[in-house]
């Protein structure tokens, strides 16, 4: 059974900066690909970013390029989300995700956390 775990969600004011980290069990995390998706209220879940296995390869939604930046620490085992210049509209859960196969911002990942909540205040 693969757990993933993401922590380090909280309330920051619009312009401020934040770091989610994502842990995954098991030793395999540097055999997974692996992205940020996040719901706000009333809203469907979107992706947010994903990366390659080796952290090489990255992909971003329109919406956080430029904001937002994923990164990775194979020997560490986490998967992390720097979020600086944050508004309002960030306002969401935020949900670590992890597969075998690439799968950028495609909704399909097969191993999901519970999220971490993440709220910008005006």
């Known amino acids: 059974q693969v757990q993933v775990v993401e922590s380090g969600g909280e309330t920051v004011q619009a312009g401020g900066s934040l770091r989610l980290t994502c842990a995954v069990s098991g030793n395999m995390f540097g055999d997974y690909y692996m992205a940020w998706f996040r719901q706000g209220p009333r809203k469907e879940r979107e992706a947010v970013a994903a990366?390659?296995?080796?952290?090489?390869?990255?992909d971003y939604s329109d919406s956080v390029k430029g904001r937002f930046t994923i990164s990775r620490d194979n020997a560490k085992m986490r998967l992390y989300l720097q979020m600086d210049s944050l508004k309002p509209e960030d306002t969401a859960m935020y949900y670590c995700a992890a597969d075998w196969r690439w799968l950028g911002l495609r909704d399909e990942y097969a191993y999901w956390g519970q999220g971490t909540q993440v709220t910008v205040s005006a």
């Open positions: 990366i390659s296995r080796s952290g090489t390869n990255t």
